[in-house]
């Protein structure tokens, strides 16, 4: 079965902080993906992943970086946290042929 | 721009009843079809997944894909309260991302 670890299920941050999700995979799969969820709007991209190094923009990546040193994990930064990156963030990995598989997911509240 | 559509419910059936759930998309080479549910709180469960055109069963589920009319369908059986939750349709072309509906939410009813 393929594992997706999210470092965190729930954290609390203040304003102005930089904020680290991390995201392992143990299926040596090429691509992972971070998205947000927001009840009404659904899940949106904000970057992804398709080789170590590689990383692209999502539909949402303002106020957002990403890091990919090793293949297994993907990490996502918030470089000033912001109230309104209040959200459920949920990093997933594909292999070729396969679905999308999901980590448990990081409630993230910024006060 | 590409999109996956969904009712957003929530859809109410009763216990034992047959849960039908609908989803249309627009990229017509989309090559992949699957179907997650979320419980409230929780991330997104991979139930089913489809390639071919028409149906294939895994217990209580069934998936229907129809890639003329570029409609997918997941059915339930003898629905269960257990089965609550929002169920996602993903679409996926290769080359290209994954594009998720909004959801549809089911409620089954004791």
């Known amino acids: 079965d393929v594992k997706v670890t999210q470092s965190s299920r729930y954290l609390v941050k203040r304003t102005g902080e930089k904020v680290f999700l991390e995201c392992v995979q143990d299926?040596?799969?090429?691509?992972m993906f971070w998205y947000r969820q927001d009840p009404g709007l659904g899940l949106r991209l904000i970057y992804f992943?398709?080789?170590?190094?590689?990383?692209e923009k999502g539909d949402i990546p303002e106020g957002y970086s990403v890091s990919r040193e090793k293949k297994e994990r993907f990490s996502l930064i918030l470089e000033s946290a912001s109230t309104n990156q209040t959200s459920m963030y949920l990093c997933?990995?594909?292999?070729?042929?396969?679905?999308?598989?999901f980590g448990d997911g990081t409630r993230l509240s910024i006060l | 721009q590409k999109e996956v559509e969904q009712n957003s419910g929530p859809l109410s059936v009763p216990e034992g009843a047959i849960a039908s759930l609908n989803c249309t998309y627009s990229?017509?080479?989309?090559?992949?079809f699957f179907w997650y549910r979320q419980y409230s709180g929780k991330s997104p469960e991979l139930i089913m997944f489809?390639?071919?055109?028409g149906d294939k069963e895994d217990g209580r589920f069934t998936a229907q894909l129809n890639k003329a009319s570029q409609y997918v369908s997941l059915l339930i059986r003898d629905s269960q309260p257990s089965d609550s939750a929002t169920y996602l349709c993903?679409?996926?072309?290769?080359?290209?991302?994954?594009?998720f509906g909004p959801g549809t939410r089911l409620s089954v009813l004791p």
């Open positions: 997933a990995s594909w292999g070729f042929g396969q679905p999308q598989h």
């Open positions: 299926m040596d799969h090429e691509n």
């Open positions: 992943s398709y080789d170590v190094k590689m990383k």
């Open positions: 990229d017509r080479g989309s090559q992949s």
């Open positions: 489809i390639y071919s055109n």
């Open positions: 993903a679409v996926h072309n290769y080359g290209q991302n994954f594009v």
